[in-house]
């Protein structure tokens, strides 16, 4: 058995060596999935954790060497990943992995966010402003430098987008071959221009994301093919980093909340697991509270969390944030854990709340992707709702560039995006909003006077609106 690391099914506990995992990442027995485990783990076994073979530097000391190495030139410590290695033991070689300098993303104030959400202090972990635009690559550093370890040619997964783009991105980097999967006509053009532009072999499906990942679990099953979906423990110990960028980036605080969009709950379960582990190593002293957001058109978890047999029912999915078009996810129960081990929860929001936070985020001058704009949307709801107070600390986690999807950005602003229907169905107050938020390109005549009378039109209605909106005051 490996010396560095389990992996321990998280469904029927049992454990076995990293490499005598199967090829689709399920229990045999059970069917579960595995999580990695170290001899520090909660749970390992109590001699081992006493031994001095797995004593680890002691908090200060962690802390003290992941901020030293920021200073360093070698690739694998200017990884925001691989900086915390003292955490995610999975490669023999860490000199040897695979990474595009990946993390160290920033974590932006949202003041105007906080004001329209209702609480005082804001921030976004901004993880679109990872190389391939998304939080994916924290994972795939980690799982493709597994992949190459273990001597894989070829590597595939199926994706709504974002895990291609990282896949192939990195595949390339390390020199091997690459198949993506994803449903036709239901992925974002900057996604799929990426997995082409880094050389993958893209197979578009007539199915959607869940068709592609059933598919593409048996097809490893009869090829040797390593499978980089989230089913892939280790996939998500990269993608447990941030947690520990955003209190290392908060002084070693904790915030209150962290909420988290939910797809095929991978990554919330991995930045639940991220503060776990620090909270028992003694880095921390509590968690936040971490809350999932899904698209109401692709809620399987929120109607979990509702039905009293909590039974898991996967749903025919539809939501233009097509990152979490996602109807039968993987990690539903290690996410539905996180939420109910750190006190969260799990909420939905529509296409019109989603519109309206992705605008609005954009307005801040920070842009996201639609799934990641759910968080914005569900915070407000987590608030209204008395979840979240005033006066608590809260991080939004934006998980994709808003390069990544520029047509739903256009389509939005020229008013081109929401139904009749879904117009119809808004309060005053949103209408209001998404009319001073939607800002149209203007078509004009390469005309002075043309334009400089369009220019004096808008800059008066500008004025009128804010004169409006804070009274007494004459600009
Ligand atoms: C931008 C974006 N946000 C959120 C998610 C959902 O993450 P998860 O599937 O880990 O729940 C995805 C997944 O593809 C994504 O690409
Ligand atoms: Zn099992």
Sequence with gaps: MSATHQLRCTTCGARIAGDAVRSDFR?????????????????????KTASAEVRLPNPGGMRHLWQERKTSTMP????????????????RDVERVVTLREGN????????????????WLLAKHQGMNPTGSFKDTGMTAALSVAVERGFQWVACASTGNTSAAMAAYAARAGLRCIVFIPEGKIAWGKLSQSMDYGALTVQLKTDFDGCLKLLTKLVQQFPIYLLNSVNPYRLEGQKTPAMEIVEQMEWQVPEHLVVPGGNLGNSSALGKGFLEMKHLGLIQRVPKISVIQAQGANPLYRWFGDENREMKPVKAETRATAIRI?????WRKASRVIEETGGWCEQVNEQEIALAKAEIGAEGVGCEPASAVTLAGLKKLVAAGRVTR???VVLVLTGHTLKDPQYTIDYHKGELLTAAEIASE???ERASHAALRKPPLVLEADEAVVLRALEERMAKANAAETQATPGTSK
Aim: hydrophobic share 35%; proline share 9%.
């Design 27 to 47: 229990c045999p027995d059970c069917n579960g999935l595995y999580e990695v485990i170290y001899p520090w783990s909660q749970g390992w076994s109590a001699e």
């Design 76 to 91: 694998v410590d200017q990884s925001g990943v691989w900086r915390f290695r003292e955490l995610l033991p999975i490669v």
């Design 105 to 120: 993303t920033p974590l932006y104030e949202m003041p105007r966010s906080a004001e329209l959400a209702g609480v005082d």
């Design 327 to 331: 109807g039968n996810p993987a990690s």
């Design 391 to 393: 006066e608590e600390r």
């Design 427 to 429: 309060t005053e107050a």
